[in-house]
């Protein structure tokens, strides 16, 4: 098999590391009001502000931790596991454009659309990924 | 496209553990090309009836509608 490019096993770990790492960042951040005390300093306006740095941190967090998760090699990569990965990414840029476009036609609100566009593919991918994956091994423990 | 591959296993007397060491690969990949479910690529293929020393049309044949 070709070698193509992927991270290697251990970032499974790293990645939802960071996924659930994401989870009390947000809530804490939301929780203490962390925008309002970044806020208080010298950039409060335009770019950089608070609500924009807190934004790209907790975004950073969960969208690196869902690509190391989803490509990620497995523990053996053959060339079925490409197929199911390829096969996945498909099903998973066709959901996203569905609703991409789903949305453009009866949403207005376009930022959040775009905010929806960022972890919608990974996470099913992610999902579709595992779960063939995990009839495949429920068939293998079902004949042996 | 059908496969004998688990009588040829049965003959030499390897488990599909082995076999999927021999060639590379899972043990997943080995049940689903057995099950009918995976038709491996034209290399495996080829390894496969590498390891049982037969010729790719002794262990690959194709069915109706292939």
Redesign the interface.
């Known amino acids: 098999m070709k070698p193509y490019f992927l991270f290697p096993y251990w970032c499974h770990y790293l990645g939802w590391g960071l996924v659930l790492l994401h989870i009390p960042v947000t809530m804490f951040g939301k929780a203490h009001g962390m925008i309002n005390i970044i806020d208080n300093g010298p950039a409060s306006s335009g770019l950089f502000n608070g609500e924009h740095l807190f934004f790209i941190c907790t975004s950073l967090l969960m969208v690196s931790g869902l690509f190391l998760v989803a490509f990620a090699k497995e523990k053996v990569e053959d060339e079925q596991i490409w197929q199911i990965r390829l096969d996945s990414l498909r099903w998973a840029i066709y959901l996203n454009y569905l609703i991409l476009i789903i949305s453009l036609v009866f949403i207005e609100d376009t930022g959040h659309i775009l905010e929806l566009n960022l972890w919608v593919p990974l996470v099913f991918f992610v999902i579709r990924f595992r779960w063939v994956i995990f009839r495949l091994n429920r068939s293998l423990s079902r004949e042996s | 496209m059908k496969n004998n591959i688990r009588v040829e296993r049965a003959i030499k007397n390897i488990t599909q553990g082995e076999l999927?060491e021999q060639i590379?690969?899972?043990?997943?990949?080995i049940?689903?090309i057995e099950?009918n479910?995976?038709v491996?690529?034209t290399?495996?293929a080829l390894k496969i009836a590498g390891v049982f020393g037969k010729q790719l049309e002794h262990i690959f044949t194709l069915e109706e509608g292939d």
């Open positions: 999927a590379g690969v899972s043990r997943q990949t049940n689903a099950s479910k995976y491996p690529s290399i495996l």
